[in-house]
């Protein structure tokens, strides 16, 4: 890697950690009490998170080949079809909590399909699948697998023979 994308990384890291607020026009019912936005922050996400997030991601069955070289009709029909799975998706990453999740996901993603720009949406798709933490449990697999917790320790004691 480069030092600019390291710096870059990093960079996006240390945003991650406090956190990117974006704005969505808030609901009817806030908006007759005077509210007009709501300011809602993503920040880096749990692995609970994570592994709901991808859950949502791999129901819709697309593959990255695909979105390679694809036309705009396909693009449209995939939007028709798997557009609800990944609002879910992207509405699970701001969340970011396990009861907030389980609870919140599915009105926040409606919520977000009716009143949220595609900009935003892709800010916040972006951010969480970019700098997500899949390469901190990549990283995390690869130790544990090195560790071999479980193989018998050659440098102890001689085998014993009977």
């Known amino acids: 890697m480069t030092e ?5 990384k990093h960079t996006a890291d240390l945003i991650l950690k406090r956190g990117v607020r974006l704005e969505l026009r808030a ?11 709501l300011k809602l922050t993503v920040t880096s996400p749990y692995e609970g998170t994570l592994q709901r997030v991808s859950r949502y991601y791999l129901s819709t069955g697309i593959k990255s080949e695909e979105l390679d070289s694809i036309t705009h ?7 028709l079809i798997h557009g609800p799975q990944i609002t879910k998706a992207v509405a699970c990453a ?3 909590g ?3 999740g389980w609870l919140f996901t599915r009105p926040l993603a409606w919520y977000m ?4 720009r595609p900009e935003d949406i892709l800010v916040i798709a972006t951010m969480i699948l970019l700098y997500g933490g899949v390469s901190d449990f990549m990283n995390t697999t690869r130790s544990v697998r090195m560790m071999k917790t479980t ?6 004691q001689a085998r014993k023979g009977s």
């Open 98 to 100: 396990w009861i907030s």
């Open 113 to 116: 399909r009716w009143h949220a």
């Open 151 to 156: 193989s018998p320790r050659i440098e102890g």
């Open 4 to 8: 600019n994308g390291a710096i870059e």
């Open 73 to 79: 009709e396909q693009a449209l029909s995939l939007m």
């Open 27 to 37: 609901p009817l019912f806030l908006r007759l009490f005077g509210k007009k936005t």
């Open 94 to 96: 701001w969340l970011n």
